[in-house]
């Protein structure tokens, strides 16, 4: 009797150790092709990096970060794409979308996919829903690089034009993209008819070198 039961406890440790082994080899091996797809990414060949990344999940479904990239990674096919094809830019977007859904599934405390959530969003023109990854993302961390700047620039596409100034208010004072902030804060006092206040700010970015602003600078303030 002992020998039976020493010999079932010697086989589920085996089935243990094998499934272990498995487990362990097959997520090694994700990382691997993940890998390989970032690098593919940093090259610009972003069809060939989601290809790996469709691997490297086939190998490991429950790693967020694998779901978030390949999203990431959507969104960029879906700005080039946007210049000539609208239909298929679209499609990147909404697969992006899915994307970082699978990856807040799994880690709901990331504040990078709510972050980039909002482009694919702002993509299909869904504005109030991008804010609202927003305002998600800067609960979750309110230091994450840009996020007033992005918001503002939401809100500017959404017609709220006090929010967008607010946020743009809240990104300089943290030192977000600073040049570009004053531009697009400027465009932003332009539309609300402060035209006092739009000329500084078309200054501070042309001194800071954001490349639109003196040709701006030049047709309302001279």
Not at 49 to 68: L, M, Q, R, V
Not at 113 to 124: E, H, I, P, Q, S
Not at 160 to 174: F, H, L, P, T, V
Not at 175 to 186: E, F, I
């Amino acid at each position: 009797m002992l020998r039976k039961i020493s010999l079932l406890i010697i086989l589920l440790v085996g089935i243990f150790a094998v499934s272990w082994c498995t487990k362990s080899w097959s997520e090694e091996w994700a990382k691997n092709l993940y890998n390989s797809g970032t690098k593919e990414y940093s090259m610009g060949n972003y069809e060939k990096a989601i290809s790996y990344f469709n691997e490297a999940i086939k190998y490991d479904s429950k790693n967020s970060t694998f779901y978030s990239t390949r999203g990431l990674t959507e969104n960029k096919l879906g700005e080039l794409l946007g210049r000539i094809f609208k239909e298929e830019a679209l499609i990147h977007y909404n697969n992006a979308i899915k994307d970082f859904n699978k990856a807040i599934k799994l880690n709901s405390t990331s504040a990078s996919a709510y972050f980039w959530r909002w482009y694919a969003k702002n993509g299909l023109w869904d504005y109030n829903s991008a804010i609202e990854d927003y305002n998600k993302a800067i609960e979750l961390d309110p230091k994450l690089s840009d996020i007033y700047y992005n918001r503002g620039l939401a809100k500017y596409d959404a017609e709220d034009y006090n929010g967008a100034i607010q946020d743009y208010n809240k990104a300089i004072e943290q030192g977000q993209n600073l040049a570009d902030t004053y531009y697009n804060r400027a465009l932003t006092k332009h539309v609300l008819g402060w035209t006092n206040d739009t000329c500084p700010d078309l200054q501070k970015a042309s001194d800071l070198g954001n490349k639109y602003s003196p040709t701006v600078f030049k047709k309302w303030c001279k």
